[in-house]
């Protein structure tokens, strides 16, 4: 099964915390699936703590390692049915919807996402 990552993972892999981040490194190995707005929200968290120079770094490194997901009208509307029967950020809804469309497991330490009784998606907890 393909792997998907949130941007809770890409962080950890960035920080190097273990045991996300040598998860992380091979699941790039093989090309992981991710969307950008999830990819967008490492942008800002990285610009944020290190500037934009820095930020824009990360994104051009990374973004090759990735199937990067441009949410079409049809995503945007799954990650909107995830957000409303779930409480979870919107950016979140958008890695579930993207590893559901994918059929792929949604690689996260994200305790939101995690932590939902409810969840009827395939996951990895990187926390583990």
Same mark, same amino acid.
């Given at each position: 099964?393909? &792997?998907?990552? @949130?941007?809770?993972?890409?962080?950890?892999?960035? =920080?190097?915390? %273990?045991?996300?981040?040598?998860?992380?490194?091979?699941? /790039?190995?093989?090309?992981?699936?991710?969307?950008?707005?999830?990819?967008? %929200?490492?942008?800002?968290?990285?610009?944020?703590?290190?500037?934009? @120079?820095?930020?824009?770094?990360?994104?051009? @490194?990374?973004?090759?390692?990735?199937?990067?997901?441009?949410?079409?009208? +049809?995503?945007?509307? =799954?990650?909107?049915? $995830?957000?409303?029967?779930? *409480?979870?950020?919107?950016?979140?809804?958008?890695?579930?919807?993207? *590893? +559901?469309?994918?059929?792929?497991?949604?690689?996260?330490? &994200?305790? =939101?996402?995690?932590? &939902?009784? @409810?969840?009827?998606?395939? $996951? $990895? &907890? /990187?926390?583990?």
């Amino acid at each position: 099964m393909t &792997d998907c990552l @949130d941007s809770w993972a890409i962080l950890r892999w960035l =920080e190097g915390e %273990e045991p996300a981040a040598g998860r992380v490194e091979r699941s /790039l190995e093989t090309r992981p699936v991710m969307s950008w707005i999830n990819l967008g %929200e490492v942008y800002y968290v990285v610009h944020r703590a290190t500037g934009a @120079d820095r930020a824009r770094a990360v994104i051009n @490194d990374v973004r090759h390692r990735l199937h990067l997901d441009l949410p079409t009208e +049809v995503r945007v509307l =799954e990650a909107a049915a $995830v957000k409303a029967k779930h *409480a979870l950020a919107y950016a979140d809804a958008f890695a579930i919807a993207t *590893a +559901v469309a994918h059929r792929a497991n949604l690689l996260t330490g &994200d305790p =939101e996402i995690l932590d &939902d009784a @409810d969840r009827t998606w395939p $996951v $990895v &907890d /990187l926390r583990a």
